[in-house]
């Protein structure tokens, strides 16, 4: 097309022949990017375009003479786009921040009295919802979907206290002091809410470690470009005590873009530090590579008498979305079952992971990327799932009562090894000793003349007192 001015104006399919000419004073992309429901991984939205930009398109405007502007043109719908990642400013890659001056430009900054101005952007705000309008208008993609994922401060989190170089490093020896919350009950708000009353709870950070179920999950990218995805090795434990029955905790997490042979070697040092006995990676078409390097040269690594984790696929169904395998956690968090370490929130894994948490919407719109977040709901697959109906209430466990009912441990530890005896009252003892006088045939007229001996026998050896 030729303009009056003499000016020429050519079009091309994008990625076609055509481009193999080399133009000159300005190339536009107009919306040139897949929606995000004709791709498979997020990273699929930024891959190709970005081959087909610094590849193709950016060596052909490298005139000798001088520099062909670029405009990239298009609606960012979600996060995950190709023109996101260019224009963002935390974009450190040398590619960009070396050769381009970005500029973004919304509708504020194209207003005039005369076109788009404030009564049109009202309008338009209006006609197009405020979602939409956001994202064609003002280059910040946001979404009309609710967020999903509630993290409640305490009931949702832990921290240590008196933090030790073994806390994170050696956890199995560290002096450190968990704190986790328990919920106590629930209070009505002005508006009728129902508002989770938590209550303390603390304990060693080696024995509440010591007694979880420890597993690792590993989440490889398929390369380690800058606008990859990211690889991630997540470290997680299930806790099951009369406190926090079935309590999914996030130990650890390494987040990072590098080769299979050095992700293995994070997989390998993290097994190590937190002794876990099974390694679960995600084993699609696409990453089942990795899957079998890991699987064939793990073991390789540990040395003799060091016990090997078991190595296990992590697999979906295919038809199920990546958000709704995400949502398939959303029990855990309204039910306070899955704790995050909130004292290590600055820390770059831990970050990516409580951002995507946040930000998690159904359409995914939000999120730039969604490794992290990934991970945590692929414990789904590490053993039988039990979703409650309701989150459980804290109830302190009577001990006297408990043992009437005949039962004799919770958790491997005696309960007897619980009871002050000095806080029993005359009934409480003749209810225990009748009891256990009744499990071993004796009768006697009364209970207390031999309570001494009696006590003793309940007593396992290194019992309390």
Request: aromatic share 10%.
């Amino acid at each position: 097309m030729e303009l009056t001015n003499g000016a020429k104006c050519f079009g091309f399919p994008i990625k076609g022949a055509s481009l193999g000419t080399r133009p000159s004073g300005l190339i536009v992309l107009d919306d040139v990017e897949k929606s995000d429901d004709q791709v498979v991984t997020p990273a699929d939205l930024r891959e190709g375009m970005e081959d087909f930009f610094f590849n193709a398109l950016y060596p052909m405007a490298r005139n000798p003479a001088y520099r062909i502007p670029i405009r990239v043109v298009g609606t960012l719908y979600n996060r995950r786009m190709f023109i996101y990642w260019l224009a963002n400013k935390d974009n450190k890659d040398p590619r960009v921040t070396k050769y381009f001056k970005r500029v973004m430009m919304t509708v504020y900054d194209m207003s005039t009295d005369e076109f788009m101005n404030e009564a049109w952007i009202a309008e338009e705000k209006e006609r197009l919802g405020p979602a939409p309008f956001s994202a064609q208008c003002l280059n910040a993609p946001t979404t009309k979907d609710d967020l999903v994922l509630q993290i409640h401060p305490e009931l949702n989190t832990y921290w240590l206290e008196n933090v030790d170089d073994e806390s994170y490093s050696d956890p199995f020896n560290s002096k450190a002091t968990c704190v986790t919350h328990l919920l106590k009950g629930t209070r009505k708000t002005e508006d009728g809410e129902d508002l989770p009353i938590p209550h303390q709870y603390r304990r060693p950070w080696s024995e509440v470690v010591g007694g979880m179920r420890r597993f690792i999950i590993v989440d490889s990218a398929r390369t380690s470009r800058p606008d990859a995805d990211y690889s991630v090795v997540h470290v997680m434990g299930f806790e099951n005590t009369h406190e926090h029955r079935d309590t999914l905790y996030s130990l650890d997490i390494w987040i990072g873009r590098v080769r299979p042979e050095e992700l293995l070697r994070h997989v390998y040092r993290m097994a190590l530090k937190w002794n876990v006995n099974l390694v679960g990676v995600e084993a699609y078409n696409i990453q089942s590579e990795f899957y079998e390097r890991a699987k064939d040269n793990l073991p390789s690594l540990y040395g003799m008498g060091e016990a090997i984790p078991k190595i296990i696929p992590i697999k979906f169904p295919t038809q199920m979305s990546k958000s709704d395998k995400i949502l398939g956690m959303e029990w855990r968090f309204r039910h306070f079952r899955v704790k995050l370490p909130v004292d290590r929130r600055s820390e770059p894994g831990f970050t990516r992971l409580f951002y995507e948490i946040e930000n998690f919407t159904e359409d995914m719109a939000l999120l730039e990327h969604d490794d992290a977040i990934d991970t945590l709901a692929m414990h789904q697959k590490i053993g039988k799932q039990h979703r409650s109906a309701a989150p459980d209430v804290y109830k302190p466990l009577d001990i006297v009562e408990e043992i009437l009912k005949g039962e004799s441990e919770v958790a491997g530890i005696p309960l007897i090894s619980g009871i002050n005896a000095s806080d029993l009252t005359d009934d409480n003892l003749r209810a225990l000793l009748e009891t256990r006088y009744e499990k071993a045939g004796v009768k006697e007229e009364d209970p207390l003349e031999n309570f001494g001996a009696l006590w003793g026998n309940m007593m396992r050896p290194g019992g309390g007192s």
